[in-house]
């Protein structure tokens, strides 16, 4: 069974850094792209950043380039999402997700069908 366990969200201040973890069981991680995902109410889910299985290719969303980093310990099953100069606009629940296909163009959700619960992050003005 697989499964998938997120951790690192909070509250945080504008300008201020989190780290996200996500922990994979269940299937050898470093064999599949993962993807970090964001949900704000009355939005659709949307990928902010994905990696290969290799970790040495990267795509990110618009909204997070620059600040945001994904990367990988393939050793230890776990992905990261290193968040840096956070904005308000930047709170939302926030889920990895394990991938079949990475093409190296967005995060595709369709590509993606393994999810965990998901962690919340809120950043005050």
């Known amino acids: 069974q697989v499964k998938l366990v997120e951790s690192g969200g909070g509250l945080v201040r504008t300008g201020g850094s989190l780290r996200l973890s996500c922990t994979v069981s269940g299937l050898n991680e470093g064999q599949f792209p993962m993807g970090w995902f964001r949900h704000i109410p009355g939005n659709e889910r949307e990928g902010i950043s994905c990696?290969?299985?290799?970790?040495?290719?990267?795509v990110y969303d618009d909204s997070v380039k620059g600040r945001f980093t994904i990367s990988r310990d393939n050793a230890r099953n776990t992905v990261y999402l290193q968040m840096d100069n956070l904005k308000p606009e930047d709170t939302a629940m926030y889920y990895c997700?394990?991938?079949?296909?990475?093409?190296?163009?967005?995060?595709?959700?369709?590509?993606?069908?393994?999810w965990g619960q998901g962690t919340q992050v809120a950043v005050s003005s």
């Open positions: 990696i290969n299985a290799g970790g040495d290719r990267t």
């Open positions: 997700a394990a991938g079949r296909v990475f093409t190296g163009r967005g995060c595709e959700r369709d590509h993606y069908p393994d």
